[in-house]
C-alpha cells in the first residue's frame, strides 16, 4: 500500500456528477467493492446493435508482475464466466488505431446494496450502498503462467484458499477451455451512501407524521448458508478453510451492513432520491 | 397470466449462444428476476466515448394500463434512481429516424446468486445463479397520473406496502425533482444454473480425489437484518407490515437458494465454468 492513497484520474466518462459528495476515486475503495463481489456486470458496445451486450461475470484485481500488491496498489482486473466468443473475437481486435490502445473497451460495474433507507416521504427514500464503476480494455490472457496465476486468483476469490484444495494444475484440455481476460483499467469511480435517513425539515418537524411513519435503515448483506455436500462427496465433514470462510465472510458482510447504517455522511442541502 | 407462458422473441442481440440448455426466454421468469433484484445495471453507449455507461438503478415492472397484470404478462419496466442528466436528455431524444423506436436503447441486466457450486477441479466450479437481461428504449414519464402510479410501484417494491405508511402524494416540488423512466422491452433472455456440481468421468471416478477434495453448494442469499430506528424515529416498535416484508423476504430468498442448490439440471455433455 503506498504511503498516499492512490486516485483515478477524472475522465469525462468516469466523473460522479451527482451527489458528489458521495464520490470516491480511489483505488483502494473501489477495488474493494469489485473483489468482494460475487458478480461484475461486464458491459461493451457491439457494432450492429444500439444495445450494448452486459454479461455477468466472476472478476478479481491482482497483479501478476507484482503478486503481494495489495488493493490500495494499482491493478488489473481478471474475468473469467461466460466469455462468447463474441467478446473473445473483440477483444482479439483493436489497438490497430495508434491512438486507442489495444483491446475491446468495456465498462465493469459491481454494487452492494448495504440496507433500505426509509424515510418519511417516499422521495427521501434511499439505499446504503458501495457501487464501483471501471472502464477498462480487455485482452484475452494468452501466457500460460499468467493465465495459471489469474486461474488460482478467481478460484480462491470464489472461496479462500480453494485452489490448492482441489486437482491442480489444470491439464492441457482444461487450460485450452478456460478463458481468462486481462482488463487494464484506464479510469474508475465508485458512490459510496451510507448512514441513518435524512428529511426535509418540514417534514422532520411535523409531529403527526413522525408518530405515524417508522424511519430507519434496514440492514442487507449477503449471506452462506450451511454447506451442502453433493452426491459424490465423500468427505465426512466440511473442510476447516471452508467452514472458516463461510463464518468469516458472513461475519464480515453482517459488519459491513451494520457500520454502513451507523456511519453519518457529511450533511447535504437536498434530498435523497 | 395468460394461458400459455408468454416468451420473448429470440434476437440476434438476445440470444443465449453459451450453455443454451441453461437459457430461457420467458417473460414470467426473467420478469421475477428483476422485480426481486434491489438493483438493477442500466448500460447505454454514448457518442463520445468508447465504453458503455452503466448505472445502477432501483427498478420494477408492471403495467400502467392494467394494474392488474402479473409477472408472466406484457410489462413495461420503470427505472428510478441516478438518472443523470445525460440519460434523462438522450432519452428524450431518438425516434426522429423512423426505423428506430422513440427513447434511448438500453439493456438492463440483474443477478442473483444462489450458491457457490464446488467441484473437484477449479474448472468445473460454478455458480447457481438466475441471470436475466433486457433490451429496450427508455423514455421518461411526463404524464402526471402514470409517474406517481409508477413511483407507488418502485417504493413498494422496496418495501411491501410502503407507500402508503409514508407522508403521501408527494408534493409539486417532489413531483418535479424526481425522474421516472419507462422502458417499452424489445427482448429479453434469462440464465439459470442450479443443482450440485458436476464432474468429469476421470475426476469423478478418482477415489484418492475424492477422499482429499469437499464438493457440494454453499447456498448464497440476501438477508435482511433487524430493522434500525433512525434518530429520529417515534415509533415504540417496528410496524407490522415492515417486520413482516422483512421476515417473507429472507424466507423466500433462504428457500430459493436451497431449492435451486436441490434442482438438478438436465444432464449435459461438458464441465462447467
Redesign the interface.
Known amino acids: 500500500m503506498p504511503v498516499q492513497s492512490l486516485e483515478y484520474p477524472k475522465q469525462?466518462?468516469s466523473t460522479v456528477?451527482?451527489?458528489d459528495s458521495r464520490a470516491t476515486y480511489s483505488l483502494e475503495q473501489i477495488h474493494q467493492i469489485i473483489n468482494t463481489s460475487?458478480?461484475v456486470?461486464v458491459?461493451?458496445?457491439?457494432p450492429?446493435?444500439?444495445?450494448?451486450?452486459?454479461l455477468?461475470m466472476?472478476g478479481q484485481m491482482g497483479s501478476f508482475d507484482r503478486p503481494s500488491a495489495d488493493t490500495g496498489d494499482v491493478l488489473d482486473l481478471y474475468l473469467?464466466?461466460?466469455v462468447?466468443?463474441?467478446i473473445m473475437n473483440l477483444s482479439r481486435k483493436g489497438g490497430g488505431d495508434s491512438k486507442?490502445p489495444a483491446g475491446l473497451?468495456?465498462?465493469v460495474?459491481a454494487?452492494h446494496?448495504d440496507g433500505?433507507v426509509?424515510?418519511?416521504?417516499?422521495?427521501s427514500?434511499s439505499?446504503n450502498?458501495r457501487?464501483a464503476?471501471l472502464?477498462g480494455y480487455a485482452t484475452p490472457v494468452t501466457d500460460t503462467a499468467e493465465k495459471l496465476w489469474a486461474?488460482?486468483l478467481i478460484?480462491n476469490s470464489?472461496?479462500r484458499d480453494?485452489?490448492r484444495?482441489?486437482?491442480?494444475p489444470?491439464n492441457g484440455a482444461?487450460m485450452q477451455?478456460?478463458s481468462v481476460l486481462k482488463v487494464k483499467i484506464t479510469a474508475g469511480s465508485a458512490?459510496i451512501r451510507s448512514g441513518?435517513?435524512s428529511?426535509e425539515k418540514g417534514?422532520?418537524q411535523?409531529e403527526a407524521?413522525?408518530?405515524?411513519?417508522?424511519?430507519?435503515?434496514?440492514?442487507?448483506?449477503?449471506?452462506?448458508?450451511?454447506?451442502?455436500?453433493?452426491?459424490?462427496?465423500?468427505?465426512g465433514q466440511?473442510?476447516g478453510y471452508?467452514g472458516e470462510y463461510?463464518k468469516g465472510t458472513n461475519a464480515y458482510a453482517?459488519e459491513t451492513?451494520?457500520e454502513q447504517?451507523?456511519k453519518a455522511m457529511k450533511p447535504k442541502g437536498k434530498?435523497d432520491?
Chains 1, 2 share one sequence.
Open positions: 469525462p466518462f456528477r451527482r451527489y460475487h458478480l456486470n458491459s461493451f458496445t457491439v450492429d446493435s444500439p444495445f450494448p451486450q452486459t455477468p466472476i473469467h464466466g461466460y462468447s466468443s463474441r486507442e473497451p468495456i465498462t460495474a454494487s446494496v433500505l426509509l424515510s418519511l416521504t417516499p422521495n427514500h439505499y450502498y457501487s464503476t472502464f486461474m488460482e478460484t470464489v472461496v480453494r485452489w484444495n482441489t486437482r491442480v489444470p482444461e477451455s478456460t458512490k441513518p435517513p428529511d417534514d422532520a411535523d407524521l413522525l408518530n405515524r411513519v417508522w424511519t430507519g435503515v434496514v440492514p442487507v448483506h449477503s449471506v452462506f448458508g450451511e454447506p451442502i455436500p453433493s452426491p459424490y462427496n465423500q468427505l466440511v473442510p471452508l463461510v453482517e451492513a451494520l447504517a451507523g434530498t432520491d
